[in-house]
Nanobody, 132 residues
Framework: QVQLVESGGGFVRPGGSLRLSCAAS????????????MGWFRQVPGTEREFVAF????????HYADSVKGRFTISRDNAKNTLYLQMNSLKPEDTAIYYC?????????????????????WGQGTQVTVSS
């Protein structure tokens, strides 16, 4: 069973930075982390989970929500089975639980997936709080 474990969340002042990591493991025989497109989502309690960023299996292509474009950067290290989200110029409205997700469909595809239903595996989430 695929496991995704996020880390790196915490408390930061407005304008600060955080780097989230997502360690992936447990892939079935014949499948690897590098075959999966990955995404970051976030959720404020009582609201729907929203898309933040997407990266293709190779890391060659990325896509961002308008609200984070220019401030957040998604990346991956396939040799380390790890996904990252560098968050700069953080704002109070970025406060949420951040989740990483893996898409176990259309391996090696460059299709941009931005909906939660398009992902098959989820981490437990890491809290990010931005406040003065």
């Amino acid at each position: 069973q695929v496991q995704l474990v996020e880390s790196g969340g915490g408390f930061v002042r407005p304008g600060g930075s955080l780097r989230l990591s997502c360690a992936a493991s447990g892939f079935s025989s014949g499948l690897t982390f590098s075959m999966h497109s990955m995404g970051w989502f976030r959720q404020v309690p009582g609201t729907e989970r929203e898309f933040v960023a997407f990266i293709t299996w190779s890391g060659d292509s990325t896509h961002y929500a308008d609200s984070v474009k220019g401030r957040f950067t998604i990346s991956r290290d396939n040799a380390k089975n790890t996904l990252y989200l560098q968050m700069n110029s953080l704002k109070p409205e970025d406060t949420a639980i951040y989740y990483c997700a893996a898409r176990a469909q259309n391996f090696y595809s460059n299709y941009v997936a931005t909906e939660t239903v398009e992902y098959d595996y989820w981490g437990q989430g890491t809290q990010v709080t931005v406040s003065s």
